[in-house]
């Protein structure tokens, strides 16, 4: 059992007050009770509005302090003026946590930087813990409590994501693929990088954790908590406001010091912390990290049905760091001796004349289990067909390669598949959670190297 | 009206001998005959095979020479030894064209090599053109001929493949996205890359090339060709066998000498051919230069949903060279006047409060129009959101950026779309042909800054 954290109010509360809940409802009103509801929450919910006496059937208080009864966390969505005496009377009647919603703080003008001092200043004083200014909040597909006022799906999937901007939200699927858990630290007022992090780390919900870093202001120990969490779980990071106008950017968007991209990526390679450079990379690590082992060596075996294709990839790897793994000879002997006597055999292994020979089945078996099974090598990519027409059928390697990765499941194999079908075979071939399939090769090279990094790290004394 | 080329009668020749046509038919065949009729080929067919009388209800002969009826094209699909004999015979008959499609060449052995050389010669002295060996030879959707053994789909589309490898005729959707024409220039013993792209230079039917190279023999006069053909269409280049491994294993798949990719680059940079460096980028390009404009300069305009967005985009757009626009000042003021007192309004222009209080549709249409309309500005990216649930239906802008971008056409305007609705919302955009999607902020800004250096090069004196 993970022990109790401070953080666990805020992802799974028993009550909640929504202070300047709206009163519209219905398509496209953002609104944050409505969402809880369709969320699936459970919990208690007191609206706050002194405008009207219900709010989607539940009865309304005119301020906070009429409610009476406990709360755990405030959702706040006040104008941005309100927000610190409305703060300081959440404290006041012991409520845990605050997430503050509106925009126009620290990241807007002199006005909203001095209202979120006054806000950090709170949290200190009182020990009420503040998520925000600027978030969307928290969302907990487990507990099925989000504070969102953008609709979400709920998905109980074992990805974490900590981010400043709830695009990581409604567009999870563009970066991690899936999200389970969401915690929106935006402008960072209090609740920081490292207490999401420290809580997703003993979170056995949690298996994958992604970051979206614009800047931070407890470097120090926010690298301390990530070199302990790193060694359980991978935490990928995506650091934005890299180039000097994206930092600019930034102080306008979350109010945040970003710090120089250098030190970022230095510090992260010394924490174990694999660094994404952009939204699809982190979904392509994620697939890979939930689903494959990190590679013992930097050496990968080639199966493919194209030669172009092979070259492509060989390109591709050296590009990665990556390695073209030197087969031992009696894995080439066994190719070779079901290929025209002219052909040259070598890694990557080019099999078309084989397969044409002796079948698709038996040809593709055999090479890929032989590289897998060979000492010479650390991971396998499959060049295969993605076939649509029926004449095809019988190029489709999908089973096969499933199979025959499922019995080596120590080693990362990669498909990459091409035709006009890829989308849908690539599904197929991910079933049973043992090949990720990737649209392009050097995507399939940047995502081994970087399991071949996790492996590196994972070895290395602390 | 395009002047007669010689290879005129391979794009679509009137009557074509298969000579080593196979008997096996049906699925998995690999029937080049069944593959011709199923194409939609109208012309006459001679299969030659001294086995049978008939193939698929046509006579068969058992020679070439019992055929005395005028040939075009010669398909040679014999074993190796015997090619150089039915070459020579091919040529003494009057035939014009031979697509020689087996294995075992310079891609091969000592004694492949010493066959290859022997073609090239029956070439030169009889005056027959030779295509391959190892070639799949000819895909041409338009007269609706194809030498393909692998079965293909038929879509007239303006794009022209000329390639080293099958893999990119039966994988064209992971290239290209789309093929019209193809001519797999394979070992290359005689037709080499400067007589295709000299053909599809001048081919009114195809609007952008594509170009895999492995290697190639007469550097001189294919970039003096490339020069002339890349200022009337654009041509893409995908060079592979770049890394030292990679050259290497070209010289057992194509028999190619490759030469070094520095002198390739420098190269393609003179003669105006843009470099593609994996399959995708050459479908992104593809797609672009397909539907959008070169850009006249190196300015963005940006128009963001998410303030997030629309930081990772300026790091993107920095690394690869493009310039966030300085709006003008009264481009500037229009949203700021639509938007809270406190933000600070640049590009990005980030546009949620705004449309949170004014709308999604005026509030989207004003900001891409004036940015479009902006002499500061070449060229536009839009992030939004590819809504699926239904709350999300009016955050919908597909229809405001297809019209708008529709009303500024000589801008290129390029559309990033997050969200679990990407890829149908994508085509949605696309249609009309005056945005594209791509569904990285990389591929959005790599693509871009391959829209610049097209202009760069169409603006520069010969």
């Known amino acids: 059992m993970r022990p109790q954290h401070y953080l666990d109010i805020f992802m799974s509360p028993a009550s909640v007050a929504v202070i300047g809940a709206s009163r519209k409802t219905g398509k496209g009103s953002f609104n944050v009770i409505e969402n809880m509801k369709d969320f699936g929450f459970k919990g208690k919910i007191y609206p706050v509005n002194p405008l009207t006496d219900e709010i989607l059937g539940i009865k309304a208080h005119k301020d906070v302090k009429d409610i009476r009864e406990p709360i755990d966390v405030a959702i706040i969505a006040t104008p941005r003026e309100q927000v610190p005496r409305v703060t300081q009377d959440c404290a006041s009647l012991g409520i845990k946590g605050a997430i503050v919603v509106p925009q126009g703080f620290a990241d807007a003008d002199g006005e909203g930087k001095a209202l979120q001092d006054e806000l950090t200043r709170i949290a200190r004083d009182t020990g009420i813990r503040v998520l925000g200014p600027n978030t969307l909040g928290i969302v907990n597909a487990f507990s099925g409590f989000t504070s969102s006022f953008m609709p979400l799906a709920r998905e109980k999937v074992p990805v974490g994501v900590i981010c400043q901007s709830g695009i990581f939200f409604v567009g999870s699927s563009q970066f991690t693929g899936i999200m389970g858990k969401g915690i929106d630290i935006a402008n960072g007022c209090d609740l920081d990088f490292a207490d999401a992090l420290d809580y997703f780390g003993d979170d056995d919900d949690i298996e994958v954790i992604f970051m979206h870093i614009e800047g931070m202001k407890q470097g120090k120990e926010f690298f301390d908590t990530a070199k302990r969490v790193a060694r359980k779980k991978p935490v990928i990071a995506l650091k934005s406001a890299r180039s000097r106008r994206g930092a600019v950017a930034a102080s306008t968007h979350s109010g945040a010091l970003v710090g120089k991209h250098e030190v970022f990526e230095a510090a992260f390679r010394q924490?174990?912390?694999?660094?994404?450079?952009?939204?699809?990379?982190?979904?392509?690590?994620?697939?890979?990290?939930?689903?494959?082992?990190?590679?013992?060596?930097?050496?990968?075996?080639?199966?493919?049905?194209?030669?172009?294709?092979?070259?492509?990839?060989?390109?591709?790897?050296?590009?990665?760091?990556?390695?073209?793994?030197?087969?031992?000879?009696?894995?080439?002997?066994?190719?070779?001796?079901?290929?025209?006597?002219?052909?040259?055999?070598?890694?990557?292994?080019?099999?078309?004349?084989a397969l044409m020979k002796h079948g698709m089945e038996y040809v593709y078996e055999l090479a890929l289990s032989e590289i897998l099974k060979d000492t010479a090598v650390d991971a396998a990519i499959c060049i295969a067909i993605a076939p649509q027409l029926p004449e095809y059928a019988h190029l489709n390697a999908t089973e096969i390669i499933k199979k025959t990765a499922a019995s080596f499941p120590e080693k990362p194999v990669v498909a990459w598949l091409y035709g006009p079908n890829q989308i849908s075979i690539s599904n197929m071939i991910e079933q049973g959670g043992h090949v990720i399939s990737l649209p392009t090769l050097p995507r399939a090279a940047r995502t081994l190297a970087m399991l071949r990094d996790r492996g590196v790290f994972l070895s290395s004394t602390a």
Chains 1, 2 share one sequence.
């Open 271 to 353: 924490s174990g912390i694999i660094s994404a450079l952009d939204p699809q990379e982190v979904s392509d690590f994620t697939k890979a990290l939930l689903n494959l082992n990190p590679m013992r060596g930097n050496r990968v075996g080639l199966v493919t049905f194209s030669g172009a294709g092979g070259i492509i990839l060989i390109d591709t790897l050296q590009e990665y760091g990556l390695e073209v793994a030197d087969l031992s000879p009696p894995v080439i002997k066994k190719i070779k001796d079901l290929s025209p006597a002219w052909m040259p055999i070598q890694n990557p292994l080019d099999i078309w004349p």
